[in-house]
């Protein structure tokens, strides 16, 4: 008994860590965007619906194979990402924040909306039956496994070409001295848009990996797009390094809240934590101490 | 090389520079001196495209600047040193050194010139992989030089580089100078250490006000009582 006990709680540990991957992706996008170009984008999670969405009619309804139906999904939310720069936020990138807030936060209301308007309100799902792996007592979802490592491999290219690149250089210096940019020969503006266009992109990966597990409808931003915020915001809004210690702590705690509780339950614990830890660290986990 | 006629420049309502005419030719260095707030800083931004010309003209190599958008301008040969140095501090040495060679024709030498920098400022080679805020004052004057440098300038453009050192490092700061003139680069640099910048330097403009009062070599204001009596405290 105690035993079985032991590898229940095992599985749940591997259960949030596997979780805390897709998490983690989710506000890598959120972040970079918001490092970059100082505005939080309330409709990501939105854009992560139409990816789904994207998937969903490209391979189970117009039969093209899952991979390049992911790559297209992909390709149509960094366009979205494109556009939500080029046509909200660039006109308004010189007015107060709270203007860019509900600016993007009205475009949430309009994507939920359009989506409701085209597809109806009926949850929908690929209907792919992937299987359940069994190693030793313990049993994975393939779908998560799959899903946690192309969320890995997602974020190792961001560092890559966060670290590699010369664009991805300016991604990184952009936000410690914008007005210098011109200086380096930077084009502020594009280093806008090549980030919105990555952050959409990211959307869309992350989609391709939600929509394995989860149906779509046109209010499933709603179920993540609030714990991708307080992600981002109890690593400290920005920071990318911080956001991804804090996708895999509110992953764990979701998941052993669960755990011994109903997974409702894991969610409040996780938003209490986030409470209070925002008492104690305004900045966020990885701020010093004011 | 750098021609600047009659420009004006300035902030919202406030005019900071008024019909300010000077040049500076190649494999010249020229300083501009004066007073806080005469406007220094203005004119080394408005030459690099940081805040835009009202009136009048500026040419690099007969080319009007007017012509490019200003992230453009670097390309064109000018490469600024900013006031306060203005680092990347959360970024290394190294990463630094990247961005000052982000343009299309600087990416390509990078390699090259980074080698050429290293030779140059043996210290940055040292702290290649520490964070540029964490470095003391005088070394990261020397990142900021190697930086603007990266692209490979013809004219290169420093603003009061010696502010904020202590005096062994300011003397270091203007030797800095005199191998940058050596290596063949034409400066256009604006200093308060006026004494020390006029040793450097050929020529000097006196900048008052938003406007230039007077110029002369270097030797003719270093005799002038005009700038002996305001900045030398002679
Ligand atoms: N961003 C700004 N907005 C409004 N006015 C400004 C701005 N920057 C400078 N000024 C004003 O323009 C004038 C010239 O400033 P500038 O910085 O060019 O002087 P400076 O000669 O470089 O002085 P210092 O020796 O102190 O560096 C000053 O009166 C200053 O108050
Ligand atoms: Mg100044």
């Keep these: 008994m105690e035993q079985i006990f032991d590898i229940y709680l095992l599985e749940a540990l591997i259960n949030g860590l596997l979780f805390g991957g897709v998490l983690a992706l989710l506000s890598l996008g959120l972040n970079l965007i918001f490092g970059v170009i100082d505005v939080v984008w309330i409709c990501y999670a939105e854009i992560v619906m139409f990816g789904m969405y994207a998937i969903y009619w490209l391979h189970a309804v117009y039969g093209i194979p899952i991979v390049p139906a992911a790559l297209l999904a992909i390709a149509l939310t960094g366009a979205m990402g494109f556009l939500v720069h080029y046509l909200v936020i660039s006109p308004i990138l010189g007015s107060p924040p709270i203007n860019q807030l509900l600016a993007t936060g009205g475009l949430l209301f309009f994507l939920q909306s359009f989506a409701t308007l085209l597809w109806g309100i009926e949850f929908r799902n690929l209907g792919l039956r992937l299987p359940v792996l069994q190693w ?22 961001i560092y890559l070409f966060l670290t590699r690149t010369y664009i991805g250089t300016a991604i990184r210096a952009i936000s410690q001295d914008r007005e210098i940019m011109t200086l380096m020969g930077v084009d502020s ?18 989609a391709c990996l939600l929509v394995l597990q989860y149906d779509v409808h046109p209010f499933v931003g709603l179920s993540f797009g609030p714990i991708t915020f307080v992600i981002c915001v109890l690593g400290g809004l920005g920071n990318m390094i911080g956001g991804f210690i804090a996708a895999f702590i509110l992953s764990e705690i979701i998941s052993i809240g669960g755990f011994y509780a109903e997974l409702e339950w894991g969610y409040v614990l996780a938003f209490a934590v986030f409470i209070v830890v925002m008492f104690i660290r305004p900045e966020g986990i990885l701020s010093k101490k004011s | 090389m750098l021609d600047v006629q009659n420009a004006n420049a300035g902030y919202d309502t406030f005019q900071a520079l008024f019909d300010v005419s000077l040049e500076v030719n190649a494999g010249e260095a020229v300083a501009v001196i004066g007073p806080n707030g005469a406007g220094k800083t203005t004119l080394m931004r408005m030459i690099s495209g940081l805040i835009p010309i009202r009136a009048g003209e500026i040419r690099m190599e007969g080319r009007s600047l007017s012509e490019v958008r200003p992230h453009e301008i670097v390309e064109l040969g000018i490469a600024h040193v900013p006031e306060n140095r203005r680092l990347f501090p959360r970024m290394t040495v190294e990463d630094n050194l990247r961005m000052g060679a982000f343009t299309k024709t600087a990416r390509p030498q990078f390699r090259e010139r980074l080698d050429y920098i290293y030779e140059l400022f043996p210290r940055m080679k040292e702290r290649r992989l520490q964070y540029a805020g964490t470095m003391s004052g005088g070394e990261q004057q020397m990142c900021a030089i190697g930086r603007a440098l990266m692209s490979k300038p013809k004219l290169l453009l420093m603003d009061e580089p010696s502010a904020g050192l202590a005096p062994v490092i300011v003397q270091q700061v203007f030797d800095l100078v005199r191998r940058i003139r050596q290596e063949g680069y034409t400066v256009l640099i604006v200093e308060q250490n006026v004494q020390q910048v006029l040793q450097v330097v050929d020529r000097a403009y006196l900048l008052e006000a938003g406007s230039l009062q007077t110029s002369g070599t270097a030797e003719e204001l270093l005799a002038s009582d005009q700038v002996r009596e305001a900045y030398m405290g002679l």
Aim: positive net charge; glycine residues 16%; proline residues 0%.
């Design chain 1, 189 to 206: 503006r594009r280093v806008y848009l090549v980030t919105s266009v990555v952050g959409g992109s990211l959307a869309g990966l992350a």
């Design chain 1, 136 to 157: 030793g007592e313990l049993y994975f979802s393939y779908a998560r496994l799959l899903a946690f490592g192309i969320a890995v491999i997602g974020m190792i290219a």
